[in-house]
Each structure stands twice: as C-alpha cells, then as structure tokens.
C-alpha cells in the first residue's frame, strides 16, 4: 500500500510540473504575441462618403423688415394696429393729436389770401403806372417800383403756397399709415406718449413684410469664408424645434466684415423658406453648410495623420521627430513585419474624422497605424509574477 501511495505521488508530482511547465509556456508566449500583435492602435483604409461642412451661428430675421415712424413731433391719440397684425399698404397704423397741425394749417391758409389780397393790389398800381407812363405823367423810375411791387406780391403768394402745402403735409403726417403689406412684429408706443422727431427719427412700428421668406444672418471666420459659394446648401437647427432640420440655402456673402478682439467674420447670409411660419424673428439658428461633397472615394481616418513613431529603437521615429513638418501629410501603414511604414499622401476634402485621399501609396484595407499601445515599465518592476490561485 506504502508503494503504491509513493508511485502515485510521483505521478501527481510529474503532473504537477508539466502543468507548470505548460503555463508558463502559454502564459509567457501569449503575452509575448499579444505585445506584439496589439502594440499599435489602427484602422483600415476604406472606401465611402466625405461631406465637408462649416458651422456657424446665426439669427433668423425677415428679409424686408421696415422701421415706421414719424416725421412730425406730437401726442399719440389712437392706436390702429397692435403685435402680429397683418395690414395693408396706406393702413392707418396710428394717429397724433392733430389740433396745432391745424392750427398752422389755418394760420398759413390766411396769409396765403392775404399775399393774393397784396398780389392784386400791386397788379392794379401796376397797370395804371403802366398807363401814366404811357402819358408821361410819371416817371421811368416810377414805373419800375410799381413792377417790383408787384413782383415782391408775387413771390409772396409764392410763399404762403408753399407754407400752405407744408402745413397741410405735416397733418397728413399725423396719421401713420403702413408702408407696406405685412405683419406688425413690434410696436413701440402707446397712447398718450409723446414722440419728438426734432433730431431723429423715432421707430413707432416695426413691419415684416412676409414672414414665409425669412433670412438667417450668421458668422463666418475668415478661415472659412473661402469655402463658402452662393447656392450652397444649407441645414440648420433651431432651439425651439431641436428635432427638426430645416433646409435653406447660401444667398448672399456680404463683404463687409466684422472685426472683434482680433478676429474678423463676414456675414453669410441664408436663404430659409419658412412656409409653414414655425421660424420667428430673432431665432438662433445653428448653421452646417455643406461646401464639397464627395461619394465612394478611398478615405483615411485623421488620427493617421496625427501619429508619429515614439518607439525608442524606431530610427525612423528618431529621424522624423529631428526634422520640420513635412510638406506634404505623412501616415504609417503596418507592414507585413508588423513595424509601421511611412506612406506620403496627398489629400481632399475632410469631414473631421476622415479625408479624402486622392495620391498615395495606400489601397483599401490597409492598416494605418493610429497610436502606440506600448507603455513604458519600469526597470526595476519585475516581469514575473505568480499567481495565486
């Protein structure tokens, strides 16, 4: 029995170490593949779509939007038209108190007859002095005060016309009327304030003229301008409809820029066709215009361009990290050594996340190298460790 009990310990001692020795083995050689197989980060190259998009940030305004207001100073006595109202051209909008405009109105009326009573006097001293003349019972120099009397009468009937036309001008001014057809998107007084239009004229009103065919004023970096061409299209979002994409176009690149704390913008203005009147005045609206687009090419993930050889046996790495930036883009395909291979490239459009590749040495499915998994250990952190089990 003690002899059997010894051969079968030996046995289980002979297993024992064969099963060590077996774990060691496939522990060690896994880890050994792994580093070697999961030491760099790629992706492959593929074929697909790239849109190159500018966001921007802009506001949604109508495309005619008129500034009513007066032309004369004065109380207002009534109000015809309030928030969202829709009226028509000539629409009485508001009315000032009329009484002094009247009152000059009158006033100019009578010295207008009093210039016609003096006009016809001056014609009758004019036409017997013309007639005595005739006769030499008066002067030459006679004569020519009585014509220039009646001349002075003239120019002052003239004048009181004039004064009555102006007078009866600013009364029709103390009734606003609607310039346009439209919807009333403010209104800026109220009965009983006095407006004064002695410097400047007050705004009283604010019209849209079709709220269907709005306009989105956004801003542009200079970087970006370039890029942009009229008839681009146009997606964007507003924070009322977070859901919804509403589409528009590029109409207009104004060329006036605006300049800020250093940073000069140009005001890129789109085009929205709002037939559903869910846009309102004043919107933000978040802009992506799509400049170029391109379908099926061969495209490279960014992060290929990105990367650079930090292995510190890499020579290649070493002569890379000594000299300036290339100039054409540079990516590294894993070879069939697994070391990474540097690949000059010539690029299109980008998407942020992938660009187009229109020259190198790359087809598609070949692995680019995007980053190094290898960390660093320490020297004196030992590589064997046993495992308790």
């Known amino acids: ?47 697909g779509d ?11 305004n109508p495309v005619v939007l008129v500034n009513v207001g007066t032309q004369v100073s004065g109380t207002v006595k009534a109000l015809h038209a309030d928030f969202n109202q829709r009226v028509g051209p000539g629409q009485m909008l508001a009315e000032l108190d009329p009484a002094l405009f009247r009152a000059a109105l009158a006033q100019s009326q009578a010295n207008f007859l009093n210039a016609q009573s003096n006009r016809t006097l001056a014609k009758a001293k004019e036409t017997r002095a013309r007639d005595l003349l005739a006769k030499n019972f008066i002067s030459q120099t006679a004569m020519d005060e009585a014509s220039q009397a ?3 009468a003239s120019a002052q009937v003239a004048l009181a016309t004039a004064q009555v036309e102006r007078d009866s001008t600013n009364l029709r001014y103390s009734v606003i009327r609607s310039p346009i057809s439209g919807v009333v998107v403010a209104r800026n007084v109220d009965v009983g304030q006095t407006v004064a239009a002695s410097f400047q004229t007050p705004t009283l009103f604010q019209i849209a003229k079709d709220l269907r065919d709005m306009q989105i004023d956004s801003s542009v970096s200079e970087a970006d301008v370039g890029a942009i061409a009229v008839g681009d299209k146009v997606k964007f979002t507003v924070d009322a409809f977070a859901e919804r994409n509403f589409v528009g176009k590029v109409r207009q690149i104004r060329l006036n820029p605006t300049i800020q704390q250093n940073v000069v913008t140009y005001n890129v203005v789109v085009a929205v066709d709002n037939e559903d009147g869910k846009l309102m005045p004043g919107m933000t609206a978040h802009v992506k ?51 990474p291979v540097p690949v000059k490239v010539k690029l299109g459009i980008s ?11 790359l087809k598609s499915g070949d692995a680019l190298v995007l980053k190094d998994n290898i960390v660093k250990k320490d020297k004196k952190e030992s590589t064997f460790k046993l495992r308790m089990f």
């Open 1 to 47: 029995m003690q002899l059997k009990a010894a051969i079968l310990q030996r046995k289980w001692m002979v297993v024992f170490f064969l099963a060590c020795v077996v774990g060691a083995w496939y522990f060690f050689g896994r880890s050994a593949g792994e580093d070697v197989k999961n030491r760099y980060k790629t992706q492959v190259v593929d074929t």
């Open 50 to 60: 790239i849109r190159q998009i500018i966001t921007a940030n802009g506001t949604l």
């Open 150 to 152: 009646l001349e002075a």
């Open 289 to 339: 215009i799509l400049v170029a687009e391109r379908k099926e090419v061969l495209r490279i993930p960014n992060a290929a361009l990105r990367y650079k050889p930090t292995s510190a046996d890499d020579e290649k790495g070493k002569k890379t990290r000594g000299k300036k930036k290339a100039d054409s883009p540079t990516v590294y395909r894993l070879g069939v050594d697994k070391q």
């Open 351 to 361: 998407d942020g996340t992938y660009s187009e590749l229109l020259e190198g040495e």
